[in-house]
């Protein structure tokens, strides 16, 4: 309840994490069936980075201000959508703008001012529901969907010691209630030790095809700093390995720094 993403809005694991995404909402959108997204820690939708959060921070200036002027090509449907729909769009705002006719948004938001400013910002549009709720409460009362089809994006703020945990319980349980729906997990590296429980923890978890795609800017030495991050998607679409290849070697080139230890990778935890 005290994590503010306004204060790293539009930073490097924003880019990451949303230029993905955007490839995969435009995956289920190829086929013509409809499909249902829940945002299970969705903030306020859109964030100004000029306000006096992302001022004090300047997170944005070396992610995506600076991936907006390298414009690289395999980030650019992204780009084009940050473009489009001005201020810096959260998860939230990127999938609204690429759902179709009966495809349908569900927001969760447990802190009471994002919850409603979350509401205003969709309150006229009728696809998408706005639940001030936990979103690991979510997990159970909202899956699975009517579409059989789906998308489940979480990315909890790891304010709490516990959140990895939370996150293999949370995937375990989404995905018991819902075998056929995309699970896409953000997590920060700081610590490897977390990071690779987690991970151990999910190649036990008996849960079939799962990628991670892992960026990061440094040797995750330091703890207290973000030196990368990773996004663990389960039963991705055909070909997600590749272009997230392609989209995190691009992001790398066009904000990297050139400190050690930068790398991208994509892994394969877990076969269909």
């Not at 001012?113 to 979103?135: C, M, Q, W, Y």
Request: with cysteine.
């Amino acid at each position: 309840m005290n994590y503010r993403h306004a204060f790293h809005a539009g930073n490097f694991a924003d880019c990451m994490k949303h230029a993905l995404l955007v490839w995969l909402l435009e995956s289920l959108a190829r086929k013509p069936a409809p499909f249902f997204v829940l945002d299970t820690h969705a903030g306020t939708g859109h964030y100004d980075l000029d306000a006096v959060p992302a001022s004090r921070t300047q997170e944005a200036q070396a992610g995506i201000l600076r991936l907006l002027a390298a414009d690289p090509e395999p980030l650019a449907p992204y780009l084009a959508l940050v473009r489009r729909l001005g201020l810096y769009p959260g998860s939230p705002s990127l999938t609204e703008a690429l759902l179709r006719p009966g495809d349908t948004l569900a927001c969760c938001e447990l802190h009471p001012e994002d919850s409603a400013e979350l509401k205003h910002l969709f309150a006229r549009n009728p696809a998408v529901a706005v639940h001030r709720r936990d979103g690991w409460e979510a997990l159970r009362g909202l899956l699975p969907p009517k579409q059989k089809r789906g998308l489940i994006l979480i990315d909890p703020p790891y304010e709490r010691p516990d959140e990895f945990s939370s996150m293999a319980k949370g995937l375990a349980l989404g995905h018991s209630r819902f075998r056929t729906g995309v699970f896409a997990a953000w997590y920060p590296i700081k610590r490897l030790a977390q990071v690779r429980q987690f991970l151990t923890e999910m190649r036990d978890s008996g849960i079939r095809d799962v990628v991670t795609a892992e960026f990061l800017l440094r040797e995750p030495l330091d703890p207290a700093r973000l030196n990368g991050c990773g996004l663990l998607v389960v039963n991705p679409p055909y070909q997600f390995e590749d272009h997230a290849r392609d989209i995190l070697t691009a992001l790398l080139a066009a904000i990297g720094t050139g400190e050690p230890g930068q790398c991208v990778s994509v892994t394969r935890l877990a076969d269909e």
